[in-house]
């Protein structure tokens, strides 16, 4: 089992900037892969970024040049610098962590945590 708590959501205007953190407990050693992910009420859950454990980094189109997903040496926890942050950005921000053994693989969701641009 992981565990992930992300910190860091809130209010900001248009312009600005925030960063999200997640923090993985419980059995990180299974972990390969985290990631940001972002949902509307209604809408489905959308891929924001995502770091592998050889820091391979992948992006949505929509956040290019704009975000960077990020961790320290100890590979915990997982940031997601937001930049020029713009009100198509609000959503809801769930961090994710992929994880594999010998004899199966898991996908596991933080709480998420707030995020409004707005002025």
């Known amino acids: 089992q992981v565990r992930l708590v992300e910190s860091g959501g809130g209010l900001v205007q248009p312009g600005g900037s925030l960063r999200l953190s997640c923090a993985a407990s419980g059995s990180t050693f299974s972990i390969y892969a985290m990631g940001w992910y972002r949902q509307l009420p209604g809408k489905q859950r959308d891929l924001v970024a995502r770091?592998?454990?050889?820091?391979?980094?992948n992006y949505a189109d929509s956040v290019k040049g704009r975000f960077t997903i990020s961790r320290d040496n100890t590979k915990n926890p997982v940031y997601l610098q937001m930049n020029s942050l713009k009100p198509e950005d609000t959503a809801v921000y769930y961090c994710n962590a992929e994880t594999a053994t010998a004899r199966t693989k898991n996908t596991y969701w933080g709480q998420g945590t707030q995020v409004t641009v707005s002025s």
């Open positions: 770091i592998t454990n050889i820091n391979t980094t």
